[in-house]
């Protein structure tokens, strides 16, 4: 758990009772909290087990000292209990009630800058097809990531590369000059990057069948597979892009300016937005003089005229990073482009690349690469990786066409949330348009939520019926938990303009549950900027809707005859609201003021 404001109040207690107790000084990095496990009693947890050499006794007599020291000197820490090796304190309800009567929106939502500026890529689609899926969990994970990293006092810059070069692009190209009979996205209405994705597969069934008719004629299949006459035509395709041949560029804008506009409109729907977009076509010259200069100073070697680095001695292997004929290797661009990156941002101080897990060993190896070639930035390099998603339809191909198209899953999803909407028939005041971005709203919150709330590790099985479900564990429960509290202080503007300052004496469990997570709300969102998991802040935030959802069924607001208790427990209903906007935008995902 982050360190929040309770855990550094009790800091320089427990720092007072190892020099009071144990004649120590103990540094604030020595102490670490936890939760206290619902089982027992109390709400912070410290494991004394790493302590005892230092106190000399056992595990509880350990923990009895120090709980009774705090329970002396500290006037927030009402009790304590110890079992085994583990101090429960429990915290007055005074405690609680001051923080949040006494802090303030920015306290609670706004984190201090911390002067740092963090680049995030992610997106980084191929111009052969449009986006699915898997690019859908690398966009909403990266823009998330970035969000919670601005929220915390980081200037953040938003960069994608766009592989838009290369013998898959001209599959694409040479299945739309073979058999597009000049069709565009404007003669037949279809997106560009759909139409352009409609030719990749077109070339797949062109060459299988190719392939086929080799093997019937008796050629061996591996050679079948890389004689396939469309095949060779490709190769020599992407020949003439890199000679520059005039007909092939400017197939190759056309297409590609098609692929872009459909990409952007899907980011568009998407609300994701680059500060900075790198296309492969230009960085993929990058890095080889810095390869060569690496070699002068023996960072590499040569060996049958290629330019390898040897990482045996880190646990890695030994790789090429320019081959005999002098053309460089994928590792090779990655290099220069990470290069030149800090080179065009000169305050930049992290650099962050989210892209799936099957590229682990690649960014551990480019890491050490430029870590080898004394880059002090190299240390500041982070891969966010994260697993596959998949459907219960199963495992997707793109060049079999069998991908889900994230343009189709998310008009599913927003469909599916619109004739969810329309059956709890609450919307007679909503006009059609209204409607219409309200289940815009609910269904993108939908996917993004539910791609959000596992960690990002984990693979993951995305289930686009559940994804909607208002009462279950999903981005549209929090957004009908937001409207309520909106619509309730909507219904008491009037009080709060005369609301009481005075606070009630104690307040109920069920208060207390949602302000302990209200508490924790910055620890947890720096927490979730500090190890980029934005899955943590999303479990929090369903934690604390959840949590005021029983409060509102079983506490009554409006109906609470003292004023001091009602107007508390507005106040309270306003910071759940500002904290669930806070964490949803911090996710990428708008909240209705009505529902």
Known sequence: MSQDRLHVLLIPALQAAFQQLFDHVATPEAFT??????????????????FLKISGKGPEPTAQAIGEHLQANVEVVERFNVVKGFLNLKIADGYWIDFLQNTGDQDLLQLPSTGKEVMVEYASPNTNKPLHL???????????VSRILEATGNKVVRVQVINDRGIHICKSMLAWQKYGKDETPESNGLKGDKLVGK??????KAMKQEVQDLIASGTPKEEAEKQAPILLEAQEMLRKWEGNDPDVRALWERMNGWVYAGFNATYERMGVAFDRVYHESETYVLGKNDVLEG????????????VWVDNTKEGLDEKVLLRSDGTSVYM??????????FEEFPGLSRLIYTVGNEQDYHFKVLFLILKKLGFPWANELHHLSYGMVDLPTGKMKSREGTVVDADDLMEEVVQAARTSGEQLSKLDEFSEEEKAQLFEMIGMAAVKYYLLKVDAKKRMLFDPAASIDLQGHTGPFIQYTYARIKSLLRRTEDLVKNASS?????????????IKLLHHFPAVLSGSAMALDPSSLANHTYELVKAYNGFYQSVPVLKEEDPIKRDFRIGLSRAVALATKKAMWCLGIEVPERM
């Not at 936890?34 to 790493?50: H, K, L, S, W």
């Not at 030719?199 to 797949?204: L, M, P, S």
């Not at 002068?296 to 005229?305: A, C, I, L, Q």
């Not at 004496?505 to 949602?514: F, G, K, N």
């Open 295 to 306: 070699l002068k100073k023996g960072v590499f070697y040569e060996k049958d005229g290629a």
């Open 134 to 144: 898997g690019h859908m969990r690398n966009i909403f994970l990266g823009h998330s």
């Open 332 to 341: 090779t661009q990655d290099i220069g482009t990470a290069i030149k990156r």
């Open 199 to 204: 030719y990749y597969v077109e070339f797949d």
């Open 502 to 514: 005075q606070v009630p004496s104690t307040v109920l469990s069920e208060e207390l549950e949602v």
């Open 33 to 50: 909290f936890q939760a206290t496990r619902p089982e027992f009693e109390g709400d912070v947890t410290i494991n004394v087990f790493p």
